[in-house]
């Protein structure tokens, strides 16, 4: 199984940058494309899709989150963090089955 | 529009079988596949497996042993079931869509909240 690894939390200050990690024991990348996801999951509810293949911005999703990285090495960057934010972010490979998540990164605020 | 949601009961006896079904709207099980993911109390996400669209099945290894995926496309249902319950299984279940070709959940379920106690 792919281990995907990200820091359990993460405190920054309103109207700075976060940066969340999420490094994979296994390269994710097939044909050109990096099968990485990242969700944001808030107190009660369940799961939102932010970003896709790495990179791409789901539909609805403010431009101030952003993806990047390839292989093995992830990133999601919230810039500027805004209040509404605090939540736990999760990355997702679904190179190969079983799909696996991390294991979660808190964003709290200062 | 899309949906799914989840249901069954809030409450099972260790040792019991605990049966869930995901109903769906908006699109066709023929068509998408669908996933359950659950997440205990506080704790992180856990992939357990997955319906594909053709009716093929996958399972976490580690739960594979208790677990059962199925389907009725003709009432848009996904069901789960596993058995040997413990108190570890205590949480929330979410069934889950995954949007083809680029393998990621577009549309999740509000989540059923199962707990494992006498």
């Known amino acids: 199984d792919i281990v995907l690894t990200q820091s359990p939390a993460l405190a920054v200050s309103l109207g700075q940058r976060a940066t969340i990690s999420c490094k994979t024991n296994q390269n994710v990348d097939y044909y050109g494309n990096s099968y990485m996801h990242w969700y944001q999951q808030k107190p009660g509810q369940q799961p939102k899709l932010l970003i896709y293949?790495?990179?791409n911005l789901a539909s609805g999703i403010p431009a101030r989150f952003s993806g990047r990285g390839s292989g093995t090495d992830f990133t999601l960057t919230i810039d500027p963090v805004e209040a509404d934010d605090t939540a736990t972010y999760y990355c997702q490979q679904s190179r190969n089955l079983p799909w696996t998540f991390g294991g979660g990164t808190k964003l709290e605020l200062k | 529009q899309v949906q799914l949601k989840e249901s069954g009961p809030g409450l099972v006896q260790p040792s019991q079988t605990l049966s869930l079904t995901c109903t769906v709207s908006g699109f066709s099980l023929m068509d998408y596949s669908v996933h359950w993911v659950r997440q205990p109390p506080g704790k992180g996400l856990e992939w357990m497996g997955r319906m594909k669209y053709d009716g093929d099945t996958y399972y976490n290894s580690a739960l594979k042993s208790r677990l059962s995926i199925s389907r009725d496309t003709s009432k848009s249902q996904v069901f789960l079931k596993m058995n040997s319950l413990q108190t570890e299984d205590t949480a929330i279940y979410y069934c889950t869509r995954e949007l083809r070709r680029v393998h990621y959940f577009d549309y999740w379920g509000q989540g059923v909240m199962v707990t494992v106690s006498s």
């Open positions: 293949l790495a990179s």
